[in-house]
């Protein structure tokens, strides 16, 4: 089993930054990919950005492209996500996720990921 608990979330001005944090515990993440989702009211859970296991690889939506960055830290069993010039678009409710298989290859679609942390409220005023 495998645990994930995000951490960071909070109210920002447009223009800020937060940094939003993913620990595991039980079964780690090593070998798989991650990655991170949002949801905001009335929308569906959308891709925001993956990481594989090798941390060489990532991939991110055109909406956060040039403005989020995705990391991890294998000896923390911690994934992360710098989010710089924040828009009131970007409020949702931002969860991580691990892939289903283990693999080094980046996947977009939430169906691919078995373990989702609770989420963590970002929320960006204007």
């Known amino acids: 089993q495998v645990q994930l608990v995000e951490s960071g979330g909070g109210l920002v001005q447009a223009g800020g930054s937060l940094r939003l944090s993913c620990a595991a515990s039980g079964r780690t993440f090593s070998g798989y990919s991650m990655a991170w989702f949002r949801q905001a009211p009335g929308k569906e859970r959308e891709f925001v950005a993956t990481i594989g296991w090798s941390n060489s690889r990532t991939s991110y939506a055109d909406s956060v492209k040039g403005r989020f960055t995705i990391s991890r830290d294998s000896a923390r069993n911690t994934v992360y996500l710098q989010m710089n010039n924040l828009k009131p678009e970007d409020t949702a409710v931002y969860y991580c996720?691990?892939?289903?298989?283990?693999?080094?290859?980046?996947?977009?679609?939430?169906?691919?990921?078995?373990?989702w942390g609770q989420g963590t409220q970002v929320t960006v005023s204007s």
């Open positions: 996720a691990r892939a289903r298989d283990r693999s080094d290859e980046l996947r977009l679609g939430g169906h691919e990921y078995d373990y």
